[in-house]
Antibody, heavy 122, light 108 residues
Framework: QVQLQESGPGLVKPSETLSLTCTVSNYSIRTNYYWAWIRQPPGKGLEWLGSIYRSGTTYYNPSLESRVTMSIDTSNNQFSLKLSSVTAADTAVYYC???????????????WGQGTLVTVSS | ELVLTQSPVILSLSPGERATLSCRASQSVRSSFLAWYQQKPGQAPRLLIFNASSRAPGIPDRFSGSGSGTDFTLTISRLEPEDFGVYSCQQYGTSPVTFGQGTKVEIK
């Protein structure tokens, strides 16, 4: 069973950079699936942030593209998210997930981490 | 971007009743690339349906999806106590993928 676990600071100051890592267990990140970050502000709907492939190829949501950077570390079976210049509007539960279709950078998500709440506040 | 509107916002039903949830798209969803998720408080979303009508592995057959174009439906034939939660639709036919705001199914 594929398992994903997010880690990183739960509190980030405004204007700083949010950094999260997703560790994948029981499955190699080197296979031909994309890996993604999704977030959910309190009481609101889900928002796809971006996807990354084993090669490092990335696709980002245009609404956040100028602030998002994703990277992948195949040796440690991890991938990461950086979101710069954060504001209170970036307060959300951040999920990492695996995309359910081989070689598709955007599709449905069939494996999810438990999520981590990141609060932006001074 | 493609906007998904779910209705109703809240659905109050009793165990054993039939639940019908709607997801309407602002433009046609290419190839019916639409998924449904269930989410319970403090938990990650769980994939129920993909490609509008295909059940994900391990999902009971009381869950079914239908629709095409701009109108999609998730039906739960007989509600079980564990089915209460928030249900969200998601389209992946147009980039960027987008999600609906969710329908909360609560115990009446």
């Amino acid at each position: 069973q594929v398992q994903l676990q997010e880690s990183g600071p739960g509190l980030v100051k405004p204007s700083e950079t949010l950094s999260l890592t997703c560790t994948v267990s029981n499955y190699s990140i080197r296979t031909n699936y994309y890996w993604a970050w999704i977030r959910q502000p309190p009481g609101k709907g889900l928002e796809w942030l971006g996807s990354i492939y084993r090669s490092g190829t990335t696709y980002y949501n245009p609404s956040l593209e100028s602030r998002v950077t994703m990277s992948i570390d195949t040796s440690n079976n991890q991938f990461s998210l950086k979101l710069s210049s954060v504001t209170a509007a970036d307060t959300a539960v951040y999920y990492c997930a695996r995309i359910g279709r081989v070689d598709w950078n955007q599709a449905y998500f069939n494996y999810w981490g438990q999520g981590t709440l990141v609060t932006v506040s001074s | 971007e493609l906007v998904l509107t779910q209705s109703p916002v809240i659905l109050s039903l009793s165990p054993g009743e039939r639940a019908t949830l709607s997801c309407r798209a602002s433009q046609s969803v290419r190839s019916s690339f639409l998924a449904w998720y269930q989410q319970k408080p403090g938990q990650a979303p769980r994939l129920l349906i993909f490609n509008a009508s295909s059940r994900a592995p391990g999902i009971p057959d009381r869950f079914s999806g239908s629709g095409s174009g701009t109108d999609f439906t998730l039906t739960i034939s007989r509600l079980e106590p564990e089915d209460f939660g928030v249900y969200s639709c998601q389209q992946y036919g147009t980039s960027p993928v987008t999600f609906g705001q969710g329908t909360k199914v609560e115990i009446k």
